[in-house]
């Protein structure tokens, strides 16, 4: 019989958080001697690119499918955002940070935290254990630490996030944790050589909502909106094909720029009105600037919830 493999892997879109809690987690396995190996479900983004180039990492294989396979669901819970055949896969953990939508018919190990990013969770998964986190891992850790919580300026964003960003630093040689985040921003602002439609589905997600309808909601996170939103009516055209190809009740477009601290809403929908109420505020002509507006997690989705 061929020895198991656990294929761990975040969720669909991949940002730098679901790609290196997933590396770190498949080597916390290997550790534990156990055959491990670290998957992605799509292409990695520029920020995410350098971070691994940064610290001397592969950029993990492309898992095609899960069907018969056994698995490690990183960052995520819910099969929407999950690999293709998931739903015959055999699932043995689940590490995550976001609501859980998880139904399985066989009890697994499910550690899930309210904190920032998943990464800090799995740090204190390697303390909890006594295993020591090396100077790649820890690079990887602190990396998706300051890109989940926006250098600690998202609301979702927790003590312990902070403590693991220090701890880590230390650990990885990093003197200068905001200079670094601010650099790895840089990188992910860089979307000069992506499509109106890659700009849209670089790190997006399906919410299904109470009464059942589809919406997608993206986000890119810059540190200069003006190229991006020059980009408006491209950007609009490639989302109303979006709505028309998924049978979306909306899709918005969330530009955040983490310097201003707020986010600039783009949106196409049924029935704008009902975002309207939701968000308190006027579409005028597809948009409206939110001040304060950083974490799709903890200030949209549940905004929308219930539209």
Request: with cysteine; aromatic share 6%.
């Amino acid at each position: 019989m061929a020895e198991k493999i656990y294929h761990v892997f975040g969720h669909k879109s991949p940002d730098t958080d679901t790609i290196c809690s997933s590396i770190a987690y498949a080597e916390l396995l290997k550790k534990m001697g156990k055959n491990a190996k670290p998957f992605r479900l799509g292409e990695i983004n520029n920020e995410t690119r350098f971070v691994l180039e940064k610290f001397n990492v592969e950029v993990p294989e492309l898992l095609e499918n899960a069907k018969d396979k056994d698995v490690v669901l990183i960052d995520h819970n819910s099969f929407e955002e999950s690999a293709e055949g998931i739903e015959e896969a055999r699932i043995h953990a689940i590490i995550d940070h976001h609501k859980m939508n998880f139904r399985y018919n066989e009890p697994i190990t499910i550690i899930t935290l309210p904190w920032g990013c998943t990464a800090t969770i799995v740090a204190t998964i390697y303390e909890h254990l006594g295993i020591e986190i090396d100077e790649k891992i820890a690079g990887l850790l602190l990396s998706a630490i300051l890109s989940d919580t926006v250098i600690f300026k998202s609301p979702t964003t927790t003590e312990k996030d902070k403590e693991w960003a220090e701890k880590l630093a230390k650990i990885c040689g990093i003197d200068d944790i905001l200079a670094f985040g601010t650099e790895m921003f840089k990188h992910k602002s860089n979307l000069k050589d992506k499509t109106p439609r890659e700009i849209i589905l670089l790190d997006s997600k399906i919410l299904t909502t109470s009464s059942g309808k589809k919406i997608r909601v993206s986000q890119v996170e810059v540190v200069d909106d003006t190229e991006i939103l020059e980009k408006k009516e491209e950007l609009l055209k490639e989302m109303e094909k979006l709505l028309e190809e998924e049978n979306l009740f909306g899709i918005l477009l969330l530009v955040t720029n983490i310097m201003k601290e707020g986010s600039t809403v783009l949106i196409l929908a049924k029935d704008i009105s009902l975002f309207e109420k939701a968000f308190g505020t006027e579409f005028k002509d597809n948009e409206a600037y939110l001040p304060g507006l950083m974490s799709r997690k903890k200030q949209v989705i549940p905004k929308i919830a219930d539209i």
